[in-house]
């Protein structure tokens, strides 16, 4: 009964209190298309602006495959500053590559193709993103 008693008085104190919670989302990009990249990075911003705001914590992976890749390679990106610049400004961003696409541009050009520094590669982009949402992420397409 007091393990209980005190269970309670810990959730009243943790909400009293404002603790933050932790938001998780994947953010899933797969057109080559300026506009859609640039929505893609100002959901981001958007929404790791509000939950800091609140205190809260954000986990924000940007997954990238097939025509969005591109989204992610220096000299094809026409989003590739603004990637450099919330890589450092926001904690908790990452960008993923799927391996797949990739190997697959690597063949089509006939040499690796190279990724932004920020990006990271996944064996999958749509695997990625169904990891991600079992683990609890949202998921926005924009």
Known sequence: MKSLALAALVGIAAASAGWAETHRIAVHVNQNDPQVMN?????VANL???YHEQGDEVIVEVVAYGPGLLMLV?????????ISTMGLE???????????????????????????????????GVVR????????????RP
Do not use: H, W
């Open 39 to 43: 929505m893609a990075l100002n959901n």
């Open 48 to 50: 790791t602006k509000y």
């Open 74 to 82: 220096p000299g094809k990106s026409p989003v590739a500053d603004r």
């Open 90 to 124: 926001i904690e908790g961003l990452t960008f993923s590559a799927c391996g797949n696409t990739l190997r697959k541009m690597s063949a089509k050009q006939g040499q690796d193709v190279v990724l932004m520094d920020e990006a990271g590669v996944v064996p999958s």
């Open 129 to 140: 993103l169904v990891e991600l949402q079992e683990q609890g992420f949202a998921y926005v």
